[in-house]
C-alpha cells in the first residue's frame, strides 16, 4: 500500500495544519519530526528507543546504503525494515545532497552526477534511474526523486537552468520507478524565486507523485530566506498531498515553517549535537561541558518525559561526555530526539485549538527569554 494523507483541521491563523499519513506500519498525526537514520541506524539508539520516543517515521540514506553495504545486501534481507529490524515506515532519500557535497560544479551533467567513492577512490555515477532502482531495493516506503541541490548563494540563472534539470531527472526517475508497496515524492526547487518554485510545482503536480518535498534549504542560507523559500512552496503544493521539508530541524524553524503549512521535518541536529555535548530544554540548548553542571544533580528538562530526564542527572551526563563515555552521547540523544518529537505533538495540540501563533510566543519567551529576532 502506497501512503496516504488525510487532512483533518487548517488553523485558522495561519497555514498551519493537523494531518493524518497512513502506511502500511500503522497511522500517524502530522506535524511531525523525522529522526535520521543515515546507515539504516539512528545514531546509538535502539528501534526500541526509537519507538520509546514516540518516533514515527525514520530516514535513512540512499547514498550511503548503496556504498555500504550495498542495495543488493539489503535486499537479500527482505528490504531496510527486516534488514534493520524497525516495524515503522522508513523514508529514504534520493542521495543528491551527498553526491552534491562531493562533486564538483563539471561533474554534474544531463546524465547524472560524477564522484569518487569516499571509502575508496572509485569513480562512481548517480543518475536519477540508479538513485530510483536502489531505493526501489531498499523497499522503504517513501522514496525520493533525484534533484539538483542548489548551494546559496547562487545566481538566478544557475537556479532557473537547475529547476529544468531537476524537472528532467523527476520524470527520468518516476518513469522506472516499478515498486508498488513505495510512494515517490517529487522534490521542490527554485531557491527564493517564487515564479521558479511555482512553476517547479506545477511541472512536478502534472507527474502526480505521491506526496512533495522542499529542497534547496538548509543550504547556508539565513532564516528569513529559508521562510520565504517554504512559503513559496506551500502556497502552491496540492493540500491532498504530504509536504515534507528536507534537512530543518531547528526548534523554532519547525514552528515557523509549520505555521507555513509544513507536514514532515527532519535533521541530524539531535544526535550530531548530543555527540558533542549539547541539550534541547524548554528554556534553550544547554552544553553540558560546562563546569557549572558538575554537581547540578536535576534532570536535563524537568519537563521532559523521556528515559533520559526520568532517570539521571546533568552532573553524570556531563561526567559521561567529558570522560568520552558513549552512554552519555545515548541519553542526549534519547532526549534531543524525544525533545523534538513532543514539540510536535505540542504543535499538533495547538494547531487543534487554533493557537499556534500564541504557541511559537510563549516557546520564544521559554525558550529564548523573548529575545528572538
Known sequence: ?????????????????????????????????????????VKTLSPE???????????????????RPGEDVVDKAGGLHKF??????ILTDSGGFQVFSLAKPKDITEEGVKFKNQYNGDNLLLTPEKSIEIQNKLDSDIAMSFDECVGFPHTREYVEKSVERTLRWAARGKKVHNNPRQSLFGIVQGAEYEDLRKHCIEELVKMDFDGYSIGGTAVGEPKNIQYLQVEYSTKYLPKDKVRYLMG??????????????????????????????HAYTKYGKINLKNAKYREDFTPI??????????????????????????????????????????LTEEIR????????????????KDYYGGKYE
Open 301 to 342: 528538562d524537568d519537563t521532559c518525559d523521556c528515559y533520559a530526564c526520568k532517570h539521571y542527572t546533568k552532573a553524570y551526563i556531563k561526567h559521561l561526555i567529558t570522560s568520552c563515555e558513549t552512554f552519555g552521547a545515548r541519553l542526549l540523544s534519547i532526549h534531543n530526539i524525544r525533545y523534538l518529537i513532543r
Open 248 to 277: 530543518v530541524g531547528d526548534p523554532i524553524d519547525i514552528i515557523e515553517n509549520v505555521i507555513r503549512g509544513v507536514d514532515i521535518f527532519d535533521c541530524v541536529s539531535p544526535t550530531r549535537l548530543a555527540r558533542h555535548g
Open 49 to 67: 528507543e526509537l519507538h520509546d520516543v514516540h518516533s514515527g517515521i525514520i530516514l535513512s540514506n540512499t547514498y550511503h546504503l548503496w556504498l
Open 1 to 41: 500500500m502506497k501512503i496516504k494523507y488525510d487532512l483533518i483541521h487548517e488553523e485558522k491563523n495561519s497555514k498551519a495544519r493537523l494531518g493524518l499519513i497512513h502506511t502500511n506500519y500503522g497511522d500517524f498525526e502530522t506535524p511531525m519530526f523525522m529522526p535520521v537514520g543515515t546507515q539504516a541506524t
Open 84 to 89: 534493520m529490524n524497525w516495524d515503522g515506515p
Open 349 to 364: 495540540e495547538a494547531i487543534k485549538k487554533d493557537s499556534i501563533l500564541d504557541y511559537r510566543e510563549q516557546f520564544i
